[in-house]
C-alpha cells in the first residue's frame, strides 16, 4: 500500500520507483544477475499488464535475440 502511493503531480508512484532504482543497483553490482534482471522486467510487466487490463497497451516488448 505505501509503494503504490501516487505522487498528485505528476502521478507515479515514487516510493515503488525508490525501491526499484535499490534493486536495481544490487542487480548491477551481482555478477552474473541477467536471470535476475530477467525476472525483474517480467515481474514489472505483469504488473502493469494486470493493472492496465482494461486499457491500452502501447508498449511491445520484443523477445531478446541473445
Known amino acids: 500500500k505505501i509503494l503504490g502511493t501516487v505522487h498528485p503531480r505528476w502521478g507515479v508512484p515514487r516510493p ?10 544490487l542487480f548491477l553490482f551481482d555478477a552474473d544477475g541477467k536471470v535476475l534482471r530477467s525476472a525483474q522486467g517480467v515481474a514489472a ?4 499488464r494486470a ?3 482494461d486499457g491500452e497497451l502501447p508498449l511491445r ?6
Open 16 to 25: 515503488a520507483m525508490w525501491v526499484n532504482l535499490a534493486v536495481s543497483f
Open 61 to 66: 516488448v520484443e523477445p531478446d535475440s541473445d
Open 45 to 48: 510487466d505483469a504488473k502493469l
Open 51 to 53: 493493472r492496465l487490463a
